[in-house]
């Protein structure tokens, strides 16, 4: 079945500098992959996401990026806040009949200093 | 529009005793899943509901666990006797198509002691 590595498991960065993390599949067959971020005590908020016909796709101060090639894809946040501190899951799903669960890596908590 | 509802928030019980946590997806969403997290690791799928069909129940861990959507409308998810293994938060997400995108719910927090 579908196996997703996420890393780091903790990051922290400089406000204002910008925060990457990684995650590797290893179904070749996924084609669908959310980012949610999950803010303490709350619930996991769809913040991003990229289909496997696409390569990078922004919204604002976030980004994604997929090398489907070598199954990996990207988040990246830029000009990091104060806000933004939260743990960040990715997940992967083949999104066919029958398949559409997602599966989550790790997690990263993600710390911004102010 | 009013999002993914879960209840209760928070359940504390005995080993051996009987839960049932219930899912309120949004409205129209004819697709609803439910996951689980144990112990701080990653979330794992439990399974997906095709408005009162099971699409995949691929993730129930045993027969302990029980998942009902009687007119494909709200959810719940019963665990029959709980076991210390099922401390954990369990999550539900709804979508309005097939492999469309999921949002979730708040979670309901059990704590089998």
């Known amino acids: 079945g579908e196996n997703v590595e996420q890393h780091p498991s903790t990051l922290s960065v400089q406000e204002g500098d910008s925060a990457v993390i990684k995650c590797t599949y290893s179904?070749?067959?996924?084609?669908?992959f959310p980012w949610y971020k999950q803010e303490l005590g709350k619930r996991p908020q769809l913040i991003i996401d990229i289909r496997s016909n696409v390569g990078e796709k922004k919204d604002q101060r976030i980004a994604v990026t997929l090398n489907k090639t070598a199954k990996h894809f990207s988040l990246h946040i830029t000009e990091t806040q104060p806000e933004d501190s939260a743990v960040y899951f990715c997940?992967?799903?083949?999104?066919?009949?029958?398949?559409?669960?997602?599966?989550f890596g790790q997690g990263t908590r993600l710390t911004i200093n102010p | 529009e009013a999002g993914v509802t879960q209840f209760p928030s928070h359940s504390v019980i005995e080993k051996g005793q009987t839960v049932t946590l219930r899912c309120d997806p949004i409205s129209g969403h004819d697709n609803l899943y439910w996951y689980r997290r144990v112990m701080g690791k990653e979330i794992k799928f439990l399974l997906h509901?095709?408005?009162?069909?099971?699409?995949?129940e691929s993730g129930m861990p045993n027969n302990r666990f029980l998942a009902e959507r009687t007119g494909g409308t709200y959810s719940t998810l019963k665990v029959q006797p709980a076991e210390l293994e099922d401390s954990g938060v369990y999550f539900c997400?709804?979508?309005?198509?097939?492999?469309?995108?999921?949002?979730f719910g708040p979670g309901t927090r059990l704590t089998v002691l």
């Open positions: 997400a709804s979508s309005v198509i097939t492999g469309g995108r999921q949002f």
């Open positions: 509901f095709v408005k009162e069909s099971k699409q995949d």
């Open positions: 997940a992967a799903s083949r999104g066919d009949q029958g398949a559409q669960k997602l599966v």
């Open positions: 179904d070749s067959a996924s084609n669908y």
